[in-house]
């Protein structure tokens, strides 16, 4: 008997959609993507389903959320195609990935993380893209932002206080700031894209 282990987060159903039209312009056919802090796994198999000519390899360093991706792995019959999730902690660089992924590597993704961490988890999650990705590979990152150091909504602004009293070291990030690590890594911000609920859609573009 296999135990079911899967984590349902309400965020995804609202915004997988919106992610997988955007994540459809710029994914080629085939390679691999690595997903930085995968969650409950209801991200990775949506995609792994929506682009199956593509190796979607999850991450998290949380034992619990390893097992929810996993056993949603097997709900939707997709061990054959999509590996297990692997341990990233984003600040413990380098992080421990293997040669075959690393080499088939197009693009990284990062769905709703770095406002759920301190900042240099922002540091550390471009540093090490920065090693890992070659000339026009790509880094998405998706979640809510300040843009010139506003917010974009009142909602935006009670949810970055609600962040704050959880963990003083948590917050919305300005656009400006993550960008600019972007920079110093490589990347160029290609893209900034307006999705629901006042999150936005980052594509960064490496330089070099």
């Known amino acids: 008997m296999i135990l079911d282990n899967r984590l349902f987060f309400p965020a995804t159903q609202r915004n997988k959609d919106s992610i997988e039209a955007v994540l459809s312009r710029i994914i080629k056919k085939n390679g691999s993507i690595l997903e930085i802090g995968s969650g409950s ?28 991706i996993s056993s949603w792995i097997n709900y939707e019959d997709l061990n054959k195609k999509m590996p297990q999730p692997i341990v990233i902690d984003v600040e413990k660089i380098p992080w421990e990935i293997s040669p075959k992924l690393v080499n088939a590597l197009q693009g990284i993704v990062s769905i709703n993380m770095i406002h759920v961490a301190q900042w240099k988890s922002t540091i550390s999650l471009f540093r090490e893209a920065g090693k890992l990705l070659n000339k ?23 949810f970055d206080q609600s962040l704050k009293t959880q963990n003083h070291l948590w917050g919305i990030r300005n656009l400006e700031e993550v960008s600019y690590e972007g920079k110093k890594n490589g990347f160029f911000q290609e893209d900034v894209i307006s999705m629901p609920a006042n999150n936005f859609s980052i594509i960064y573009r490496k330089v070099y």
């Not at 995609?47 to 390893?66: A, G, H, M, Y």
């Open 41 to 68: 796994g209801e991200h990775g198999v949506f995609f792994q389903k929506r682009f199956p000519k593509i190796i979607w390899q999850t991450s998290d360093r949380e034992l619990v959320n390893r097992k929810s």
């Open 136 to 158: 026009e590979k790509f880094l998405f990152l998706y979640g809510p932002f300040k843009v010139g150091n506003k917010h974009t909504s009142q909602s935006n602004y009670f």
